[in-house]
C-alpha cells in the first residue's frame, strides 16, 4: 500500500516570509497527490492536487506544490504567508483502487 | 451544490457508553464515503469507507462499526466506547470509482470519553 510522510510536525515562520512543507511518498506507480488545509476545529479543505502534466501545480490561497518524481516529493511552498495560514497541512496519497492515505500533518504557526 | 453535514459536532460520552455519529451528503448520488478520525496531535486514520449502500470496507480493527443505510448516509457506531475512542471524527465523500475526484470533508465531531 502507498504511504505518506511528512517530516516536519512543526514549523514556525515569520508573517511575510516564505513557506515550504515537505511532503515523500512510497507508491509503485504514478501516485495522486494532494495537500489539504485543516483550520483549528475545523474539517479539512483541499488546497491543490496532482494527477497528471505539470508538475508545478497552483492551488488555492497562493500556494503551489511541485511534484518530483525522482525523489518522491510532493512539497507545498507560498512565497509570502500570511498570519491567517496558520494552520494544520496534511498531504495526502491516493491510489489507483481508490486508497488514500494522509500524512501525519505539519502545524504550522506564523509570527507576526 | 453538494454538502455534506455532520453530528453532533462535540459529544462528550462515558466509558462503555454506545456511539452514533452521523454523516449525510446532499447534492450527489451514490457518493463514496468515508469515516476517519483523527487524534490529538496525530494525523487522519481511515476507519471505513464505502462505495455504495450496505457496502463496507474496514481499514482497522477496533470496536466501532459503520453503516450505510440510505446512498447518503453514512453512520458510525459503537457497542461500548473506550477511553482511546476520543478524537476527531471527520466524514468525507467523494464521486468516482477511482481518486480522480477529490474528497469533501465534513466539519467534524469532537469526540471526548471519560
Known amino acids: 500500500a502507498q504511504s505518506v510522510t511528512q517530516p516536519d510536525i512543526h514549523i514556525t515562520v515569520s508573517e511575510g516570509a516564505s513557506l515550504e512543507l515537505r511532503c515523500n511518498y512510497s507508491y509503485g506507480a504514478t501516485p495522486y497527490l494532494f495537500w489539504y488545509v485543516q483550520s483549528p476545529g475545523q474539517g479539512l479543505q483541499l488546497l491543490l492536487k496532482y494527477f497528471s502534466g505539470d508538475t508545478l501545480v497552483q492551488g488555492i490561497k497562493g500556494f503551489e506544490a511541485e511534484f518530483k518524481r525522482s525523489q518522491s516529493s510532493f512539497n507545498l511552498r507560498k512565497p509570502s504567508v500570511h498570519w491567517s495560514d496558520a494552520a494544520e497541512y496534511f498531504c495526502a496519497v491516493g491510489a489507483h483502487n481508490n486508497d488514500m492515505r494522509f500524512g501525519a500533518g505539519t502545524r504550522l504557526t506564523v509570527k507576526p | 451544490s453538494q454538502t455534506i453535514h455532520q453530528w453532533p459536532a462535540t459529544l462528550v460520552q462515558p466509558v462503555g457508553s454506545p456511539l452514533s455519529l452521523e454523516c449525510t451528503v446532499e447534492?450527489?448520488?451514490?457518493?463514496?464515503l468515508y469515516w476517519y478520525r483523527q487524534a490529538a496531535g496525530r494525523g487522519l486514520q481511515l476507519l471505513f469507507y464505502s462505495v455504495g449502500i450496505g457496502q463496507i470496507s474496514s481499514e482497522v480493527p477496533q470496536n466501532l462499526s459503520a453503516s450505510r443505510p440510505q446512498d447518503r448516509q453514512f453512520i458510525l457506531s459503537s457497542k461500548k466506547l473506550l477511553l482511546s475512542d476520543s478524537g476527531f471524527y471527520l466524514c468525507?465523500?467523494?464521486?468516482?470509482?477511482?481518486?480522480?475526484?477529490?474528497?469533501?470533508f465534513g466539519p467534524g465531531t469532537r469526540l471526548t470519553v471519560l
Open positions: 447534492g450527489t448520488s451514490n457518493p463514496n
Open positions: 468525507a465523500w467523494s464521486v468516482g470509482a477511482g481518486l480522480t475526484d477529490t474528497q469533501y
